[in-house]
């Protein structure tokens, strides 16, 4: 056994210094496992329990870091400590993002109750089919404070002209989010607590109109919904629905044959604006800007219109992520772009693998849910 003990050490620690340049890939890896760890417990751990885990790692890479040259164990130990510190800080991200987006989640159905909020989001279900909302900064009849969800979402049953950041008045029904119909099954709950929604429901009546829209929040919002309307004024029926889910992210209007057409044929991925349509922007943004100077000649001959062009296509895909909301997908995609935009800025290589990790080492510090 004690023999089996030393080939199996003697091989861990041949695999540790045949990866020892390549830590920084496996750093997301390793968060990930932390998250995992932390996701896979039956019960909420104490606070102070994720505060210990990232501490102590961090002191464990800060006693090994000036030996990490002297030997080839002192340098393993760097690593192992670098790796145990890694998975701390995911356990302690992922209870630190539970604990900030916590929302009360209803535990049986409510209503008709009266429902006051500000619209965050409106998201167009086709023509005819009304709407659906989201309401944050909740006032509801009947609940106490400490029991209101942060965010709830609820179907219009008509097309009522409701804008993002009005603050409105609606009698409706509402209902805890669904678990899952079975065992492996897409959790509605776990994605409706990390998005902040504590219900769901539909409106009886026409919504009540208490304040006006404005803000930062408003314009992206209205921004999005002028797009989207007029995407499917220019392009009528099924083919509008979906070009408007390519453009803008708005799905709410695609038929269900359609998507279930998208499903069958694997192209379902393609109506989540990620890597190919931040791509696409920044593509024709860093081609046409540099095509139009490259045409000036003083500006070509004296000029560094390749950076210029970068930073001009950063912009625009910077805008573009906050017109269509900036999800998951999109960010990591946004993150990878600009990754390689600034690369060309500062004459680096723009592909690597590095790009890769990083842009998943972010996403998954800032969404461990994901």
């Known amino acids: 056994m004690l023999r089996l003990f030393h080939k199996l050490y003697g091989f861990i620690i041949q695999e540790v210094s045949l990866q020892k340049n390549s830590l920084f890939l496996w750093s997301p890896f390793f968060l990930a496992i932390g998250i995992a760890i ?18 102590g790692g961090l002191g464990a890479v800060l006693a090994t870091y000036k030996r990490r040259h002297e030997v080839e164990r002192r340098r393993v ?10 998975m701390a800080l995911g356990f302690g991200t992922a209870q630190v993002r539970t604990a900030l987006v916590y929302t009360p989640l209803l535990n049986k159905a409510l209503g008709p109750v009266d429902v006051i909020g500000t619209v965050e989001r409106v998201e167009p279900q086709g023509i005819g089919q009304g709407s659906r909302i989201i309401l944050r900064d909740l006032d509801v009849e009947r609940l106490e404070l400490e029991q209101t969800p942060r965010k709830v979402r609820l179907k219009l049953r008509k097309d009522e002209g409701v804008l993002s950041g009005q603050r409105i008045k609606v009698l409706a029904k509402l209902n805890p989010p669904s678990a899952p119909v079975s065992p492996g099954a897409f959790d509605f709950q776990r994605y409706a607590f990390f998005k902040g929604l504590g219900a769901v429901g539909f409106i009886y009546n026409q ?13 992206w919002a209205k921004t999005r919904e002028r797009l989207s309307q007029r ?8 083919q509008g629905a979906v070009a408007n ?8 209007s695609i038929a269900k044959q359609d998507i279930q057409a998208m499903r069958d044929a694997g192209l379902a991925h393609l109506l989540a604006i990620s890597g190919m349509h931040v791509g696409m922007i920044v593509g024709v943004l860093f081609f046409f800007s540099r095509l139009f100077m490259a045409a000036i000649p003083n500006m070509a001959l004296y000029y560094p219109i390749k950076k210029y062009a970068a930073v001009f296509a950063l912009v625009g895909a910077i ?3 906050l017109i269509v909301g900036a999800t998951i997908p999109t960010q990591r995609a946004l993150m990878m772009s600009g990754l390689v935009l600034i690369a060309i800025m500062l004459d680096r290589t723009a ?12 996403v998954l510090l800032f969404s461990p849910e994901s």
């Not at 417990?41 to 990232?54: A, C, H, M, Q, T």
């Open 351 to 362: 592909i690597s693998m590095r790009l890769v990790a990083l842009a998943a080492f972010v």
């Open 207 to 219: 919504p009540e109109i208490l304040k006006e829209a404005s803000g930062l929040s408003h314009f």
């Open 77 to 86: 130990q760097f690593v192992f400590a670098h790796l145990f510190f890694l």
């Open 38 to 55: 932390y996701f896979m417990l039956r019960v909420e751990p104490p606070f102070i329990l994720g505060f210990s885990f990232v501490l």
């Open 231 to 238: 995407v499917e004024r220019q392009l009528k029926g099924r």
């Open 319 to 321: 805008l573009y992520t």
């Open 245 to 252: 889910a390519l453009m803008t992210g708005q799905r709410g």
